[in-house]
């Protein structure tokens, strides 16, 4: 079956170290997505693309970074970790139709400390 | 900027009464779906209503739309203490890109 998978589960780092967090389809979603969640804030879009080589930024952008090299990876970079990236992460794909089904991963709960 | 606020923030039924829960967005859209996030999990599409819809229906759940009010609902009929969840919609645009809202915590008691 197809899915979609995150790694890793938990990850707790420190301020100013590079995180990168894994998103892996196996749907052939030309689209993916990362959004944070937090308390208050439902959830809230990083960054999408909509195929290889294509990176676009979203509403919270700043201090991430990603990059699409192939269909089915959109890993995510934080560059220099901050308190305020303490989130958990979510990546979700769909097929590029318009109104078409989000397909999420399990999540990756980060803590920046 | 969020662009739907689900309404209320939290609820809490008895198992097989029925549970409706809102949502307010801010402009136009092209269709609007609902999620459900149980608690440590990733977020699952319930169902999807386009602009030109105004009522859809997929087994126990019932969702509204009414594109002049900008607003939405979603009745979750006879409800199950497994429909305890974390619920939310979310708008799609021109610029395809869908927004979510802040959700609703259902709490359904056995």
């Known amino acids: 079956d197809a899915e979609i998978t995150q790694s890793p589960r938990h990850k707790i780092t420190e301020t100013g170290r590079q995180v990168t967090l894994a998103c892996h389809q196996t749907?052939?979603?030309?689209?993916m997505f990362w959004y944070r969640q937090d308390l208050g804030h439902g959830l809230r879009l990083i960054h999408y693309?909509?195929?290889?080589?294509?990176?676009n930024k979203g509403e919270v952008s700043d201090g991430y970074s990603v990059s699409r090299s192939n269909t089915e990876d959109l890993p995510l970079t934080l560059e220099s970790a901050a308190s305020s990236q303490t989130s958990v992460y979510f990546c979700?794909?769909?097929?590029?139709?318009?109104?078409?089904?989000?397909?999420f991963g399990p999540g990756t709960r980060l803590t920046v400390l | 900027s969020q662009q739907g606020e689900e309404d209320p923030q939290a609820l809490s039924i008895q198992e097989g009464e029925n549970a409706t829960m809102n949502c307010s967005y801010k402009?136009?859209?092209?269709?609007l779906q609902w999620y459900r996030q149980n608690s440590g999990r990733g977020l699952v599409h319930l169902i999807l209503?386009?602009?030109?819809?105004r009522e859809k229906h997929s087994g126990r759940l019932r969702v509204t739309l009414d594109t002049s009010k900008k607003s939405s609902s979603l009745l979750i009929t006879a409800s199950r203490a497994a429909d305890t969840a974390s619920y939310f919609c979310?708008?799609?645009?021109?610029?395809?890109?869908?927004?979510f809202g802040t959700g609703t915590r259902l709490k359904v008691l056995a």
């Open positions: 209503i386009r602009s030109n819809e």
């Open positions: 979310a708008t799609g645009s021109t610029t395809y890109k869908y927004i």
């Open positions: 693309s909509y195929g290889v080589q294509d990176t």
């Open positions: 402009t136009s859209i092209n269709n």
């Open positions: 979700a794909s769909d097929n590029g139709l318009a109104g078409g089904t989000q397909y």
């Open positions: 749907w052939n979603h030309n689209n």
